[in-house]
């Protein structure tokens, strides 16, 4: 059964960092695109960052050089480096898969970024 769980999330101020984690199981994180989302309120739901099973990356305009997708084969653990945190990156982070072309997401973490 797939399962995502998402962490470290949490209150930052400006220009500080979090790193955010997605532990997967049911499925190798090596095999699979992942990739991580955002929300904000009354917004929809965004593409942040994703890396292929080949391990290419690809990053939105708004956080380029700023953030880093990263996964750990061993502890089949995605992760999400941010840094230079800003306000407008306020908002609930979700982690996504989908293998078999079926979605699948986390329960999301909170990040929020004090000014």
């Known amino acids: 059964q797939v399962r995502l769980v998402e962490s470290g999330g949490g209150l930052v101020q400006a220009g500080g960092s979090l790193r955010l984690s997605c532990a997967a199981s049911?499925?190798?994180?090596?095999?699979?695109?992942m990739g991580w989302y955002r929300q904000a309120p009354g917004q929809q739901r965004d593409l942040v960052a994703s890396i292929t099973d080949g391990g290419n990356t690809n990053y939105a305009d708004s956080v380029k050089g700023r953030f880093t997708i990263s996964r750990d084969n061993v502890k089949n653990t995605v992760y999400l480096q941010m840094n230079s945190l800003k306000p407008e990156d306020t908002a609930v982070y979700y982690c996504?898969?989908?293998?078999?072309?079926?979605?699948?997401w986390g329960q999301g973490t909170q990040v929020t970024v004090s000014s």
């Open positions: 049911g499925f190798r994180v090596s095999f699979q695109s």
């Open positions: 996504h898969t989908n293998p078999g072309w079926q979605n699948y």
